[in-house]
C-alpha cells in the first residue's frame, strides 16, 4: 500500500489469486513488477485498496522464456509463445504487452494510461483525476509530454552509445525541464503530490522512471539530475 510500509512482494503475495470462489468477483492485474508501466497502474490500484473502495488479483506475466533455477533468460517470448502460456492475458492485452486488466464482467483494459483512467472513471470519488475538464486536460498534457519527450529519451541513454548517447542525454534534460515546469501548472499550490497534497494520476505520468533515474542513469550512465 501507499501508506504502509508493504514491499511489492508482499504486496504480490497480498494479491495473488486464493482458493476462493469470491476471487472470480475481483479485477484481475496482469503485471510484471519490474515493468514501469506496469508499476504506474499497480500504485493506482493499491492506492484504490487503501481508500477502500476496490480489490483486485495480482496474475504476474513472466514475458522472459525460463531458464534453470528460475534464472530469467532475458529473452523474450514470442508473441505465440505468450497467448499459449498466458492466454487470458493476450485475450486482454493482444500485443502481450503489460500492464492489462480483466474484469469478472468481460471487460478488458489495457496500456497503462488506458488502465489508470479507467480506474480514474470507475471511482471518481478517489480523486486519481481532477473534477473539471480543464484540470483533466492539464493531466493528460502533462501525460503526453512525458510519454513524447521524456521517456523515449530515458531509454535512449541506456541503448545508444557515442554521441548518439550525448544527443539522448540533451533532450532528456530538455524534456525533464519543461516537465518541471509543467509540474507547477499541475500543482500550482505545491506540496508533495503534483496534485498538491493528494495522490492523482499526474505523479503516475513519471513516477516510476523518477525512482529508476538515479538507481539506472545514476549507476549505468553516471547520470546525476542537475538540481
Ligand atoms: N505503452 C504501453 C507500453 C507497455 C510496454 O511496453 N510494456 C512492456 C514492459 S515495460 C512489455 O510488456 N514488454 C514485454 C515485451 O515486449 O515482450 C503502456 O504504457 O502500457
Redesign the pocket.
Known amino acids: 500500500g501507499m501508506s504502509a510500509m508493504v514491499c511489492g512482494e508482499d504486496t504480490i503475495a497480498l494479491h495473488s489469486p486464493g482458493e476462493d470462489p469470491a476471487e472470480r468477483s475481483k479485477l484481475r492485474f496482469y503485471c510484471?513488477w519490474f515493468?514501469?508501466?506496469?508499476q504506474?497502474s499497480w500504485v493506482c490500484l493499491e492506492y484504490l485498496v487503501d481508500a477502500g473502495l476496490t480489490d483486485y488479483t495480482y496474475i504476474p506475466i513472466e514475458?522472459y522464456v525460463p531458464g534453470v533455477n528460475g534464472q530469467d533468460t532475458k529473452t523474450?517470448?514470442s508473441l505465440e509463445q505468450k497467448a499459449e502460456k498466458f492466454p487470458d492475458f493476450v485475450a486482454a492485452s493482444p500485443r502481450?504487452?503489460?500492464?492489462a486488466m480483466a474484469e469478472p464482467s468481460g471487460v478488458v483494459v489495457?496500456?497503462?494510461?488506458v488502465c489508470c483512467e479507467y480506474l480514474a472513471d470507475m471511482y471518481p470519488q478517489s480523486g486519481l483525476m481532477p473534477p473539471s475538464p480543464a484540470d483533466r486536460a492539464k493531466v493528460r498534457m502533462f501525460w503526453e509530454h512525458c510519454a513524447s519527450q521524456v521517456i523515449p529519451y530515458f531509454y535512449k541513454m541506456l541503448m545508444f552509445k557515442g554521441e548518439q548517447r550525448e544527443q539522448a542525454k540533451t533532450d532528456f534534460l530538455a524534456g525533464m525541464s519543461f516537465a518541471n515546469k509543467r509540474m507547477l501548472e499541475v500543482s500550482p499550490q505545491g506540496g508533495m503530490f503534483l496534485g498538491g497534497n493528494r495522490f492523482s494520476l499526474a505523479d503516475m505520468a513519471l513516477g516510476p522512471w523518477m525512482q529508476r533515474i538515479p538507481i539506472v542513469l545514476g549507476t549505468y550512465r553516471g547520470f546525476e539530475l542537475p538540481r
Open positions: 510484471s515493468c514501469p508501466c506496469a504506474r514475458p523474450p517470448l502481450g504487452l503489460v500492464p489495457n496500456d497503462s494510461l
